[in-house]
């Protein structure tokens, strides 16, 4: 028999919030806050997890979590004891399950291995996570008689320094299978977990407990106001984490940085920052402000300011900006210079090669030391088809100067400044004029 399983329950229909999916759906900082709790279990050492999940909305479930995990269908919201005993086949090949609430994004897996080696130790069959403070209104109070834990009280009337219910149970799945039979169905028609602490002190039985203190990791969502204050403290834990890493992030309140992202060692990141998706950034480099990188690789020593790049790859010692747009599918070498307002679209940009302001460079491959001179467009779409515009290494292209798509530049040409070019130049030749023409072999 395996020792572990968690079992998250999320078969609510999360009422109180207005969101447009389930709660535990919604994503903070680029992770939805399923994740956060399993990810916390199998941190803590238990590798078999289990979420308890609306019917309707399973197929969701199991697309955005991604994970070996058991989706668990709950066919009607009939409270969190109904959704453990509809779990318990699944539970049977472990001698133990820890429980918690599918609302608690911000749970450590510190405090779940606490509350795991108090419940092996112990020969309770049931160990629950206290908490205490202010920050807890709406959680049901613990009550004690002669030290011994007898019942939780759901009226949620208690002092500030009363012990309450953090939603976190660890269980032995002996006594669970015979304890759960006997929760009787609220006035409200709900089954509730927290009725096993009566059913166990109503037949002698100990409870064990561990005290989490005030601690922000119970801390639930299930207001929107919580979310808000959630939300941030698991912003400024992954920002803690980069800056031990050596990230230097020099506006906390107005940066904005997904879990899924990588960035290195004595890199800065400036105000007014997005960096979404499975983005990467590499060592030194200085991104914003006001940046947006969105699932892009970016390598190291690079400078972006004021910029947006999606979807794209730019290697070492790259300057972006400000104000240029790097749009999906580019792949911008190593030591290029692209300047004010420039947009590069599905192109490859070689290395050394500088692309001035206000250029629009789509569907193009640039060999190496390429120049674009500032205004220059590619005009790659005819109205019907996209084509490709081929510059080869070293060759200058003048202000202002427009390529019509498709068009071959060989390496070492040179285009004057406001040339229109419709055909293709051979290498080492000068050519201007609207429409251009040689002018210098």
Known sequence: MKKWISLSLSGGNSSRFHLSDHKALHKI?????????????????????????????????????????????????????NAVKISLKHLSNYKYTLIANGDLPLISSKLIKRLISKHEKS???????LISGEKYQGYGKVNFEKKFITQIDENKNYQSTDKLNAGIYAVTNKWL?????????????????????????????????IDFGSTDDALQVNTDEQLIAVSKILRYRLFEKMAKRGVQITDWENTYIDYSLEIGSNSIILPNTRLEGKSKIGKNCTIGPNTTVTDALIGNNNIIENSTVAHSQINNRVSIGPYSHIRPKSLIMSEVNIGTNV?????????????????????????????IGAGVVTANYDGKNKSITKIGQNAFIGSNATLIAPINLGDNTYIGAGSVVTKNVP???????????????
Do not use: R
Not at 189 to 201: M, P, R, V
């Open 343 to 371: 947009e590069i679209k599905n192109s490859i940009i070689g290395e050394k090669s500088k692309i001035n302001h206000f250029a629009y460079i789509g569907d193009a491959k640039l060999e190496n030391a390429v120049n």
């Open 427 to 441: 290498k080492n030749q000068t050519w201007a004029g609207n429409p251009a023409k040689l002018l210098k072999k």
């Open 123 to 129: 020969s309770d069959p049931l160990t629950i996570a």
């Open 29 to 81: 900082a680029g992770k939805n806050i399923a994740t956060f709790i399993i990810d916390a279990m199998q941190e803590a050492g238990i590798k078999n997890n289990a979420i308890v999940v609306p019917n309707n909305l399973a197929k969701k479930f199991e697309a955005a979590l991604q994970k070996k995990i058991v989706c668990i269908k709950q066919n009607k919201a009939l409270g969190t004891g």
């Open 177 to 209: 299978v015979k304890a759960i039979n006997k929760i009787k169905k609220s006035s409200n028609g709900e089954f509730l977990l927290t009725d096993l602490i009566k059913i166990a002190s109503d037949n002698k039985e100990q409870i064990s407990s």
